[in-house]
């Protein structure tokens, strides 16, 4: 059996406060372990390097999976936010617009002003819509994986499950006060190797990555209403929507199925792909999906989809 679990990658708070269950972790592969900017892997090609943003206390850990297989094609990069997972901790704004002009600076750093494929899971959907708002001419495709964007907003049963989300996110700094956050494990349908599971727990569970996760949570909510207000999104960026969802007839999924479709609606190049997975198991299992969404933004199935100016 399946609920529909809260949009976001990981959820170390839910686990304390629910379940003592499954673990497993994410990984890394051949990233390199510097945190705080753009790490990359494979050689560039004809396709858009593919931008990685992860969910809420997430990183590129998340990715790993995805990148490996992604790199055999061309460039892809992922990177820990500010203050979590590897990346240094700072006094930063974390509210979604502020998170997405920082990630812009990174790839411009690395990119210049080539158009990128901004792919986004979870919460950083939003990360990615808010990129493509700030900078159209420098997207060449949004990649939305199970991702929330601001067009949640519109769907009353979504706004209530990312408010339950931001309260059990509260507890958090309790449970790793009382050392719950390294006792339990971690519930994911993700298995790595061992580098990327130390990796990942540390995202979940270090004292800074814990701050600066709870942060960025407390301030997306809000941040739905300020992305909404940026320029809307260009008609001509494609736009591949994957849906991971095993109980795809109840409410609260069928909410965040319109919500997540939402902005293939409105481009003029689209694709859903409605995959039965979990939350994170999108970013494993059948992370092929992913890979399929990647190649289709990119032109390489030019038949798929729809194309409708």
């Known amino acids: 059996m399946r609920r529909r679990v809260p949009k976001f990658s990981a959820r170390p708070f839910v686990l304390v406060l629910v379940a003592l269950a ?4 994410v990984t890394v592969g051949s990233l390199p372990t510097a945190g705080g900017g753009l790490e990359c892997q494979g050689l560039r090609s004809a396709r858009p390097t593919v931008i990685l943003e992860a969910g809420a206390f997430g990183g590129a850990a998340d990715w790993s999976l995805v990148a490996r297989d992604l790199a055999a094609e061309g460039k892809v990069c992922a990177y820990d936010r500010d203050g979590i997972g ?4 700072h006094d930063v704004d974390r509210s979604p617009v ?23 899971h979870s919460n950083g959907g939003l990360y990615v819509e808010a990129f493509a708002r700030l900078w ?39 449970a790793r006060a009382v050392g719950l956050t390294r006792l339990v494990p971690l519930i994911d349908d993700i298995s790595p190797a061992a580098e990327a599971a130390a990796r990942r727990r540390k995202a979940w ?35 591949a929507v994957v849906v991971a969802s095993r109980s795809p007839d109840k409410p609260l999924d069928r909410a965040w199925r319109a919500a997540e479709v939402a ?9 859903v792909l409605d995959v039965a997975a979990s939350h994170t198991s999108i970013l494993d299992a059948q992370r092929g999906d992913v890979a399929e969404a990647v190649g289709w933004v990119a032109g390489e199935q030019p038949d798929a989809g729809v194309r409708r100016c």
């Open 263 to 271: 902005p293939a609606g409105r481009a003029c190049r689209a694709l």
């Open 86 to 89: 590897l990346a240094a901790m």
């Open 98 to 120: 502020a998170v997405a002009r920082r990630l812009g600076a990174l790839v411009a750093a690395e990119e210049g002003d080539a158009p990128v494929i901004l792919a986004g």
């Open 136 to 174: 159209p001419e420098r997207t060449a495709g949004l990649v939305l994986v199970d991702a929330v964007g601001t067009d949640a907003k519109d769907q009353p049963l979504a706004v209530a499950d990312l408010r339950r989300e931001a309260r059990l996110a509260g507890f958090t700094p309790f």
């Open 205 to 239: 569970t270090g004292r800074s990555s814990i701050k600066a996760a709870l942060q960025e949570e407390r301030a997306f909510l809000p941040g739905l209403a300020a992305v909404d207000a940026l320029p809307p999104l260009r008609p001509a960026i494609p736009v």
């Open 22 to 25: 499954v673990s497993s972790c």
